[in-house]
C-alpha cells in the first residue's frame, strides 16, 4: 500500500473572486491538478497514458467546500485511489490550510479512453493499478447520478478556442464556470457553495452550439445539451447561507 | 540597485491549448503572477497597497513570444522596475525555459488608484520605489499607444461573475482571452502570436454589456466598448506562420 500522495499549492491572485476567496473553479482547477500531479508520480499520468494512444478522463465529479480559501492562502490536497475496476477508477481528494484544518474535499470518478476511438477502454488492461489502490474510505459522498430534468431558464453558447482542453475537447472545469456565470445575483451575493456534482455524459468540440439549462430551488440544477439535445453535462450546485457579503 | 527577481513555475495542463502548449492568456497570467509576486516582496504589493485603500492597476503591455512553452515545462520569470514616475512605473520581463533560452519577454505599465474614488494616485507618493528602480533597459519595445479604428465585425459580452477580479472589475486577462476567442479559425490554425500589445483605458464591472470589435489583416486590432461607445480596452495582435498544425 503506497502513501497518500500530498500536494502543496497557493491561492494565487487570479483564483479569487471579488470577495478575495478562491472560487469553486480555481477549487476544482487545484483538485484536478493534484489528480494529474498524482498520476503522473505513479506513472499512470496523462503522458504515460498517451504514448499508448489513451488518455484520462473525467465521468463524475463531487465537492464539497466547508471554507472558502483566502488569497495567499497556502495548502495542500492529499489524493489517493481507492477503487479501480473495468470501468473506472475511483480519487479522492482532502484539501487541509496551513493550520491542518480540511476545508474541502473531492471524490473523482475517472475512465480511460482511445484517443482515437473515442471510446472507453478496459482501465485494468492498461496496467496493473491494484498496488496504488489505498484501502481508505472516501471523505465525502459518493458523485450523485444526475438526471434529465426540465430547465427554467436557457443560455446558448459556442464553444471557442479557449474552451478546449488538451484533449481537444471542452475542458472539465469550463462547464464549472459558464453554470456558475449564469447564477441569479441572489445567490451569487448571499448564498456560499456547501456541495457541488457533475456528471460527464459526452464530450463537446470546437464551434459546437450547446445549450445550458438552469432550474434553481434549495439546490441549482445545470444541463447542458449539444443542439440535437444530446446531454454534454449535469451538474447539481447545493448551498448554504453566506452572511458574508 | 536589488537584485532582479526570479520566480520559478511550471505549465500546467490547465495552461496548454488544443496543441499542448502554454496559451497566450495563460503566459499573460505568469507574467502579471510574476509582478504580482515581485511587488508582494519589495513590500509595495497589492496587500500592501490596499492597506492605504489603493491597488495596483496595468495601464499599458507588451508581450513578445519567441517559442510557446509545452505543457509540464519549467521555466523561471526574471523581472524588475526600470522606470518610476507620478503616472506609473515600468516593470519589465523574461521569460526563460530550462536550458536558459528566452522563450518570451514583456514590458508593462502600472499605475496606482485610490480603490473608493477609482481614480490615479500619484505614484512616488505612496512610497519610495527609487531603491528598487534597476537600469537596465527593457527587453522588447514600449506597450504600442493603439488607437480607436472602425472594427470589421463585432460581439456583444456581458461581464459575469467569473470575469471579475480582486479589484472588483473585469481582470486584465480576461479581455486577451474574449479577443484571442473570436479569431477566425485560419489565423488560431495557422498563425503563431508574435507579439500582443494592450492598453487599458476604463475599468468594466459586472453585468456591462461590452461590444468587442476586431480587424484582421496584417495583424488582428481589437476594441472593447462599453455600451455608451466608452473605449475599455484596445489591443493589437501580430502574427507570424506557424508551420506546426
Redesign the interface.
Known sequence: MMEKGTYSYKI???D???T?RA?L?SMC?YI??AA?DDADNNNFG??DLNCEGCSWVLLRMGVEIFRRLE??EEFTVRTWVNDVNRMMTTRNMVVCDSRGETVAAAITQWAIIDIEKRRAVDVTARADFSHVVRNEPSPIAVPLRIFAFEPETTQMRTV???D???N?HV?S?KYV?WM??M?PEEI?MYKEIARFDINFIHEAR?GQVLRIGMSNGDSSMFEICSGNGQPVCRAVMSWKESGLK
Do not use: A, K, M, T
Request: hydrophobic fraction near 40%.
Open positions: 494565487e491572485p487570479r479569487v473572486d471579488f478575495l472560487s473553479v482547477d484536478l491538478q494529474g496523462v503522458r488569497q495567499y471557442v478556442y479557449s478546449i482542453d488538451f481537444r475542458g472545469v464556470g456558475y456565470d447564477l451569487v470546437l
